[in-house]
């Protein structure tokens, strides 16, 4: 069975830091864009960061830019999100995504949300 399943989130105060994970199982990420997005109560789905197959380029939403860092390490099959100072409007359900398409880069991809897999999602609450 193909899934991508997500962990590392939780509850974290303001500034806190927490590492999600995104780990494949069924098939391999090395020839997939893989993408970081969130969605939040009442809004809509959002692309937070994206990397392509090799790693070399990435993509960050323009609020997480400078905190947020995003990696693979493909014999491990696992992406991650690196998110430091975290800030009150990060809390949101955090979703991975994996697509295959030739013509997809790690901009597209976070842009347009389309995707081949997504993982079930891990909670972020980020509260005083």
């Known amino acids: 069975q193909l899934q991508l399943a997500e962990s590392g989130g939780g509850l974290v105060q303001p500034g806190g830091s927490l590492r999600l994970s995104c780990a494949a199982s069924?098939?391999?990420?090395?020839?997939?864009?893989i993408g970081w997005f969130r969605q939040a109560p009442g809004k809509e789905r959002e692309g937070v960061s994206c990397i392509s197959r090799s790693g070399g380029r990435t993509h960050y939403a323009d609020d997480v830019k400078g905190r947020f860092t995003i990696s693979r390490d493909n014999a491990k099959n696992t992406v991650y999100l690196q998110m430091n100072s975290l800030k009150l409007e990060d809390s949101a359900v955090y979703y991975c995504?994996?697509?295959?398409?030739?013509?997809?880069?790690?901009?597209?991809?976070?842009?347009?949300?389309?995707?081949?897999?997504w993982g079930q999602g891990t909670q972020v609450t980020v509260s005083s």
């Open positions: 995504a994996a697509r295959n398409s030739p013509l997809t880069t790690a901009q597209t991809m976070c842009l347009n949300s389309r995707s081949d897999y």
């Open positions: 069924g098939f391999t990420l090395d020839n997939y864009v």
